[in-house]
């Protein structure tokens, strides 16, 4: 899939605005003209500019290049399925990993797409149950990210 520069220039342009707002609620300094919104205004002002720069590339060049071209890939079904797959399990992780955890959404997932993409269930399940443990190991237990525990709380280590 390609676009034309004016469409991720203007998603550019809607993002850094979207930054500046938010940055604005930062809290003020006592007795200071600046505060912590100071450098994140500054970088959403830069990425307007080259949103700016991109849209003005993109209108240049709308005679040659069109606003959206969709690839052959997405002529075949089976590739427009795992596209979906694959962001059904990312709005799946995000609606459920608090009410179900991140152990078994990750487990169902990890299963879930390599089983779609080609591996046994018994070597799908192996590769879903290491990758959960390491992955959980290194964020929860080294670098201290909270993950959710979800309904295995009761069991948590």
């Not at 720069?53 to 969709?70: H, Y």
């Not at 992780?93 to 046994?120: M, Q």
């Not at 290491?130 to 080294?142: D, M, P, Q, R, S």
Request: hydrophobic share 55%; with cysteine.
């Amino acid at each position: 899939m390609r676009f034309n520069n004016a469409v991720p220039g203007t998603l550019l342009i809607l993002f850094a605005m979207a930054e500046i707002a938010y940055a604005m609620t930062f809290p003020r300094l006592h007795g200071q003209n600046y505060g912590p919104d100071l450098f994140p205004t500054l970088i959403g002002i830069g990425l307007i500019v080259c949103g700016a720069i991109l849209i003005f590339q993109g209108i240049a060049d709308r005679a040659t290049v069109p606003m959206v071209e969709i690839g052959d890939w997405a002529q075949d079904r089976d590739n427009v399925l795992n596209v979906v797959i694959v962001l059904g399990c990312i709005v799946f992780y995000i609606l459920l990993s608090d009410s179900l955890g991140f152990i078994p959404c990750s487990l169902l997932i990890l299963t879930t797409l390599l089983i779609r993409f080609g591996s046994t269930w018994r070597l799908s399940l192996f590769v879903a149950v290491l990758t959960t443990f390491v992955i959980h190991t290194v964020f929860a237990k080294v670098l201290l990210v909270p993950l959710p525990w979800g309904i295995l709380l009761p069991v948590a280590w």
